[in-house]
């Protein structure tokens, strides 16, 4: 739905004169705008981008919809823990959701995205819906994956989302093997395979990278750069944090994640790159307000006023605000109306996930072992039949 039909314009009764005069509907206009990103790109064995990036007045406030939707989900999964109606680990975005956004706005649904276990919002910019978001999150059979994935196994196949996965890096192998067959297959398309900066210094990762350039497959290797993995600070982790450079071999690019229109043009040229040349590496510099998982504060090993700081300085969704005012896309007022509109969208989704109802105890047994192989379990002797299977 497009945003503008969900706004209302500011009553004229309640609004002075000089407002009344700028008073209008919100812009959906696709007239080309270039901007600026934030700061340069910072380049590894290739020239890179250019600053300048060109969006529209309706990406902007999609823009701003997207990653207001996907801060209010993470928020509301944050009291939906509390309230133990999820359970188990969870991991939220917010602070990141540039990083989802910008790169689905420069890519298409043939294209393939896998990542780690802070995976909700990547789910959400693959065209998932919030009900099947938080059915997944509190365990319902009408979530994505059946309520057999929980948090950290979003999972959406006829988009080309391959998960959700938990053990750190394991992800990156794969995401490589589905560049391999997109290339058997000569499909112009790429995979963008991301982690975070607490995996990047696992020896699959590199295996998978150092096969992806032998065989010149459309690889994007994304690191979320989050500065923490878990609890530990980048430079405790890693001799060399400049994460985009770790490829050597393989041309790797800088990119202020907290900037959507600089993840998106940055995006853009690593799938051209990727398509034709083989594999690269894009170091997404970002961050998590919350702590690595629900069982974190997230304020033992950082300050609260580093995050204030980066709240005030850096924040995604106030970046696409400030832009859409300094373009004057929309007021003040519409932008709030649109707030109001989804934190009720999100309310209203949470009270229909939890109409859902618990898998089924037989889900127990299923997408274990593929049926009609006749699968039997014996016990150690091999004379004991335990268990069998259709």
């Known amino acids: ?17 000089t407002a009344l005069m700028a008073a209008r509907s919100i812009s959906d206009s696709t007239a080309a705008l270039t901007i600026e990103t934030s700061v ?17 007045p309706a990406e902007l406030m999609t823009f701003f919809r997207d990653m207001s939707i996907m801060r209010r989900m993470e928020i509301a999964a944050d009291s939906l823990y509390k309230a133990k109606l999820i359970r188990g680990f969870c991991h939220l975005y917010d602070g990141q959701e540039a990083v989802a956004v910008g790169m689905e706005a420069a890519i298409t649904r043939g294209d393939s995205i896998i990542t780690a276990y802070r995976d909700h919002c990547t789910y959400l910019a693959r065209g998932g819906d919030l009900v099947s978001a938080f059915s997944e999150l509190m365990g319902r059979e009408g979530g ?23 053990i750190v890096g394991a992800q990156v192998p794969l995401g490589c093997g589905l560049a391999f067959a997109q290339k058997y297959k000569k499909e112009d398309t790429a995979t ?8 990047a210094n696992q020896g699959q990762l590199f295996e998978a990278l150092n096969i992806s350039a032998l065989w010149k497959l459309p690889a994007i290797l994304v690191c979320e750069n989050n500065h923490y993995g878990m609890g530990t600070a980048e430079w405790r982790a890693a001799k060399s944090p400049a994460y985009y450079k770790r490829g050597d071999y393989v041309p790797g690019l800088k990119v202020d994640g907290m900037d959507v229109l600089a993840v998106k043009q940055a995006c853009k040229f690593a799938k051209e790159h990727a398509v034709a040349n083989g594999p690269i590496v894009l170091e997404m510099d970002t961050y998590r307000y ?8 997230g304020s033992t090993y950082r300050t609260r006023d580093e995050i204030s700081g980066v709240r005030q300085e850096r924040d995604p969704i106030e970046r ?5 005012y300094a373009h004057d896309l ?16 999100v309310d209203d989704a ?4 939890k109409e859902s109802s618990m898998p089924d105890t037989s889900e127990l047994f299923t997408n274990v072992y593929k049926k009609g192989f006749g699968v039997e379990s014996f016990g150690p002797d091999r004379k004991e039949l335990r268990a069998s299977l259709p």
């Open 330 to 345: 929309a007021t003040a007022a519409e932008l709030k109306d649109m707030e109001k509109e989804i934190r009720k969208q």
């Open 320 to 324: 696409v605000r400030k832009l859409i």
């Open 1 to 17: 739905m497009a945003a503008a039909a969900l706004l209302r314009r500011v009553p004229a009764a309640r609004a002075p004169a």
């Open 40 to 56: 340069p790109f910072t380049s590894h064995l290739v020239d890179p981008p250019s600053r300048d990036v060109t969006t529209t």
């Open 290 to 297: 919350h702590g690595h998982s629900m069982s974190d504060p």
């Open 350 to 353: 949470i009270a229909k996930a």
């Open 144 to 166: 994505c994956s059946r309520g057999k994935g929980g948090s950290m196994h979003f999972y959406k196949k006829d988009a080309n989302f391959y998960g959700g996965h938990g």
């Open 192 to 199: 963008f395979a991301l982690y975070g900066d607490g995996a």
